[in-house]
């Protein structure tokens, strides 16, 4: 796998694996509500120079999620992943039993983009690497990308109180 960093914050490493044309997201500690803010607003950016049909979202290394973060991100960032762009998300669970539960919850209501969970890294590559995509995801005629990340980035900022 040929990956090029493109950040690195407090919960997170996020990369571009080139040889599979996605996003790797590395979660990895205790992870509050405002980190996850942070470090969503950081992802978002990256989606200013590439659209990315698929993620790779690593919690192998997650230790701790506190009970405010499933909520925000059940309503508040994984529904608009499909805004951007994005399709498909394998997310590799933690070994946690209550980080993994955080995080089926959180998928729970979703219905765009496809997100499937795996016990372990080789299980989610290999998933991910064979999905088929759909046709391409249209915008408004009247929403450019820059419009849609504008709108993202200014509710994440809101929503942090910042």
Same mark, same amino acid.
């Given at each position: ?6 950040? $690195? ?22 992870? $509050?509500?405002? /980190? ?7 992802? *978002? ?5 590439? /659209? ?16 405010? *973060?499933? &909520?925000? #991100?059940?309503?508040?960032?994984? &529904?608009?992943?499909? #805004? ?10 933690? &070994?946690?039993?209550?980080? +993994? ?9 979703? $219905? ?18 064979? *999905? ?7 915008? +408004? ?9 504008? *709108? ?11």
């Amino acid at each position: 796998m040929e990956v090029k960093p493109l950040l $690195t914050a407090s919960n997170l490493s996020a990369y571009y694996d080139s040889d599979n044309d996605w996003l790797y997201l590395d979660w990895h500690g205790e992870l $509050t509500l405002d /980190r996850l803010r942070n470090n969503c607003l950081q992802v *978002v950016l990256c989606f200013l120079t590439k /659209r990315y049909k698929r993620i790779l979202n690593d919690n192998t290394n997650l230790t701790r999620v506190s009970s405010d *973060v499933v &909520p925000w #991100l059940a309503t508040e960032i994984l &529904p608009y992943l499909r #805004l951007v762009g994005v399709e498909y998300m394998a997310w590799v669970l933690s &070994p946690s039993l209550d980080v +993994q539960n955080e995080a089926e919850a959180a998928i729970e209501e979703l $219905t765009m983009p496809v997100v499937a969970l795996f016990d372990d890294m080789a299980s989610a590559y290999d998933w991910l690497s064979g *999905v088929k995509f759909k046709s391409p995801v249209m915008l +408004q005629p009247s929403s450019s990308v820059a419009q849609v990340m504008s *709108v993202i980035k200014n509710r994440i900022s809101f929503l942090g109180g910042n």
